[in-house]
């Protein structure tokens, strides 16, 4: 397995440790709720260097994202982010990523650890033909995540940036204790927060400063809980090669343009659609069959019991005429479940 730059720290702050996508990484150091809930009224802090970042750069770079992407990049200034989707030829999704314009003509992609080989192998097909550069450096950099209410203010201290005027999906280069970084106002949370990118020998100092500055640090636990929470996708589990995003609460980020397999997704009917179930009973989790009247009608994708509201909660693929009656059959029992829209909780607030 990986190692992230900031293995050593873990291990010193007695973080339990798992395989995730290749890598090692912390599950928790404390306990999932306790970090999760950090986050949700302070402050908490993530090991992201397990994902993959890719640079497009050159005259077509715009050009050849528009085409790439279901998002629309244009729509970017220099210093600004989006979240996106690059789309497969048929309907699918091949992952979902953030893209940051950096400058002009040069744009950072940032992928999910998982699909790195596979989204470089697709782009790079893609930009046959354009006027680009792709250049992997995956491995030139380490990005960590503070998320919280509290994060700017945490966080403030530390820059030379002023954090006040930039407002969510900023990024912008400052240095943090004399060491330079990129910082975006982005994160996977819900919460406020900024994701750091540094170089990995840099990382492990930065991480100290943060820790010292009064960060709970948080594990991959909090980090799913969190995110689900929040309403956000998991690739793999509510967005595949074979999910139509048309058929989710995230459509809205498929915009009208031309798009590499535009006319298979716009083709593909929704006969499942993405929901959030609220439990008031039981514990969903990843698998477990949705059903209505008796009758099997989707399946969990991801699912947990909220720390927030104390329930369970759930996204599942059901189909689009199931409505009413719908049920979570959990260990052979089956407990009520209704669909709410997301996110389930009320974010940004203490």
């Given at each position: 397995?990986?190692?992230t730059p ?17 890598w ?10 306790s970090e999760?809930?950090a ?5 908490g802090?993530?090991?992201v260097s397990?994902?993959g ?7 077509q ?10 998002n ?12 996106s ?19 002009e ?6 992928v999910n650890?998982a699909n ?11 930009a ?5 550069e ?9 990005l960590?995540?503070?998320q919280?209410?509290?994060?700017a ?12 005027d ?8 400052t240095?943090?204790?004399g060491?330079?970084?990129r ?12 994701e ?14 943060l ?76 698998g ?26 759930a ?8 409505a009413?009656g ?8 089956s407990y ?14 203490k």
């Amino acid at each position: 397995m990986k190692k992230t730059p900031l293995y050593d720290e873990h291990l010193a702050l007695g973080g339990k440790m798992v395989e995730f996508a290749g890598w090692e990484l912390p599950v928790m150091y404390s306990s999932i709720t306790s970090e999760h809930l950090a986050v949700r009224q302070n402050a908490g802090l993530f090991d992201v260097s397990h994902m993959g970042e890719f640079f497009v750069r050159g005259p077509q770079a715009l050009e050849f994202l528009r085409w790439a992407t279901l998002n629309d990049p244009a729509r970017l200034k220099v210093g600004r982010a989006q979240y996106s989707m690059l789309p497969n030829d048929r309907g699918g999704v091949v992952d979902d990523i953030y893209v940051y314009r950096v400058g002009e003509g040069e744009y950072l992609v940032v992928v999910n650890a998982a699909n790195v080989a596979k989204d470089w192998e697709h782009l790079s097909r893609l930009a046959a033909g354009y006027d680009v550069e792709l250049e992997n450096a995956s491995d030139d950099w380490a990005l960590l995540a503070l998320q919280g209410p509290r994060a700017a203010a945490v966080l403030d201290p530390l820059v030379e940036a002023d954090l006040n005027d930039k407002k969510k999906n900023s990024t912008f280069t400052t240095s943090l204790g004399g060491v330079p970084v990129r910082l975006a106002r982005t994160g996977y949370t819900g919460e406020d927060g900024f994701e750091i990118f540094t170089s990995p020998a840099d990382a492990a100092g930065v991480w100290r400063a943060l820790i010292e500055a009064g960060v709970t640090p948080a594990g991959l636990g909090a980090r799913d809980t969190l995110r689900l929470e929040a309403g956000f996708p998991l690739y793999g589990h509510e967005l595949t090669d074979e999910t139509n995003p048309r058929c989710t609460p995230l459509a809205w980020v498929i915009k009208d343009k031309d798009y590499y397999g535009r006319e298979a997704m716009e083709s593909g009917g929704c006969e499942r659609r993405l929901v959030g179930l609220l439990l008031e009973r039981g514990i969903p989790r990843a698998g477990y069959p949705v059903t209505s009247g008796g009758e099997v009608v989707g399946e969990v994708t991801s699912g947990t019991q909220s720390p927030l509201l104390k329930k369970g909660i759930a996204l599942a693929w059901i189909k689009s005429d199931a409505a009413d009656g719908l049920a979570v059959e959990i260990r052979g029992r089956s407990y009520p479940a209704r669909i709410v829209p997301t996110p389930f909780v009320e974010l940004g607030k203490k």
